[in-house]
């Protein structure tokens, strides 16, 4: 019997949530910027609930000029007032730095690995906590459930979906045949 996952079947009203799991939850991401918006989006999340993000989705991709990684790394004082003062987004002091130099960390990683993907592929696979681990020497505020939905959401860590849902077929036909094999 082919079934939604619980959370899904438990808010049937919640359309963004339902848009969010049927379209991009577990999906895999190729492109640094949607790897980029995925992380800062889980960033934005740790203390509050994934529907607020979802809702202010569209307001953070224009505050964040489309979570263009080089465009973010340049973000200066008048960037960072101008996001604090911004009510369509999370105004977090931590959470808007984090993001600005969380760029500026993945553009070291681009140089060095050609992409951020390219980043995240050389050390697949890992445990959760071996993720965490590597997450907390390399970005800033990465905490462990911030680390866990942001790979689980990109399709490095399983679990996003449930066997019987289907979804799951889905996007583990999607998942690259060396991530399978693994």
């Not at 994934?50 to 990684?69: C, E, M, Q, V």
């Not at 970005?139 to 289907?166: D, R, W």
Request: proline share 3%; net charge positive.
């Amino acid at each position: 019997m082919t079934t939604y996952c619980e959370y899904v079947k438990a808010h049937p009203e919640d359309l963004f949530n339902k848009n969010y799991h049927d379209t991009q939850y577990g999906f895999p991401l190729d492109d640094d910027n949607q790897l980029f918006e995925r992380l800062i989006l889980e960033i934005n999340q740790a203390g509050l609930s994934w529907i607020t993000i979802l809702k202010k989705a569209d307001n953070f991709r224009k505050a964040y000029r489309g979570f263009d990684i080089a465009k973010v790394a340049k973000f200066g004082e008048k960037d960072r007032a101008r996001l604090l003062a911004d009510a369509g987004i999370i105004r977090n002091r931590l959470k808007v730095n984090a993001a600005i130099e969380n760029a500026k960390r993945i553009q070291k990683l681009q140089k060095e690995y050609g992409s951020f993907k390219g980043w995240l592929d050389a050390h697949h696979p890992l445990t959760k906590d071996e993720w965490v681990k590597l997450f907390k020497k390399t970005f800033v505020f990465t905490g462990g459930e911030i680390v866990n939905e942001f790979l689980m959401s990109t399709g490095y860590l399983a679990g996003a979906h449930a066997k019987g849902c289907p979804i799951y077929k889905k996007v583990a036909s999607l998942r690259p045949a060396w991530m399978r094999r693994r």
